[in-house]
């Protein structure tokens, strides 16, 4: 079975700052899709970036970026410029691209707070 | 606007008196699916509905019921509520279920079970 690990409990950064996530996950699968998703105080799931596991160029979106290593199961979130309205939990997450029931595999979440 | 409407958004109950938190998606979604959030557990699929009539078990089922009769609803049963089904529900719905279609989310549902 698939599991994703999200090591960071907590963690926090100075405003305009870099801040980086880490996600892992096991799977024997090739064809398979990773997620991060934000979860504001507002409690709203909101999808902040997208990875296709054949595509070897990372995923970019603004100021969010990954870094996707594919053979050490690594996917890691990059925030750049860090501003109070990233403060969130994020979550990283995986779906199969063969499994017929195409469910989310969810880690734990790390929360991160923003110093103003 | 596109939206997953769920209600009630919060809601306390006591044990063994049967519930239902209502979902509704307006974008003709034929995936539809149900998940619990705990702390330090992330977010764990209940059921799951690839189109009207045609549900199915994700991994934590006990205890919860579904139905899926019109393409819009897709209502969370729970007969007989115990504390330990006390969480953080969310519904879920996209397009056709296809694993890299942006899943889009109700604003949850926190249950309190007494």
């Known amino acids: 079975a698939q599991t994703v690990t999200q090591s960071q409990p907590e963690m926090s950064v100075q405003e305009a700052e870099t801040v980086t996530l880490s996600c892992t996950y096991d799977?024997?699968?090739?064809?398979?899709?990773l997620f991060w998703y934000k979860q504001p105080p507002s409690r709203q799931m909101i999808l902040v970036i997208r990875?296709?596991?054949?595509k070897q160029q990372n995923a970019t979106e603004n100021r969010f970026s990954v870094n996707f290593q594919k053979a050490a199961k690594s996917f890691s979130l990059k925030i750049s410029d860090s501003q109070l309205g990233d403060a969130a939990m994020y979550f990283c997450?995986?779906?199969?691209?063969?499994?017929?029931?195409?469910?989310?595999?969810w880690g734990a979440g790390t929360k991160l707070i923003i110093k103003p | 606007e596109a939206q997953v409407t769920q209600n009630p958004r919060y809601l306390i109950t006591v044990t063994g008196k049967k519930l239902t938190v209502t979902c509704s998606q307006n974008?003709?979604?034929?995936?539809m699916s149900w998940y619990r959030q705990d702390p330090g557990l992330g977010l764990r699929q209940i059921y799951y509905?690839?189109?009207?009539?045609?549900?199915d078990k994700g991994d934590v089922p006990e205890g919860y019921k579904v139905s899926r009769k019109e393409k819009r609803n897709f209502p969370l049963i729970l007969e007989s509520p115990s504390p330990n089904q006390t969480s953080l529900y969310f519904c879920?719905?996209?397009?056709?279920?296809?694993?890299?279609?942006?899943?889009?989310f109700g604003s949850g549902t926190q249950l309190s079970v007494l």
């Open positions: 799977t024997s699968e090739s064809d398979y899709y």
């Open positions: 509905s690839m189109n009207v009539e045609v549900t």
């Open positions: 879920a719905s996209s397009l056709s279920g296809g694993p890299r279609e942006k899943l889009f």
């Open positions: 974008m003709n979604h034929e995936y």
């Open positions: 997450a995986y779906r199969s691209g063969m499994d017929s029931n195409y469910q989310l595999i």
């Open positions: 990875q296709e596991a054949y």
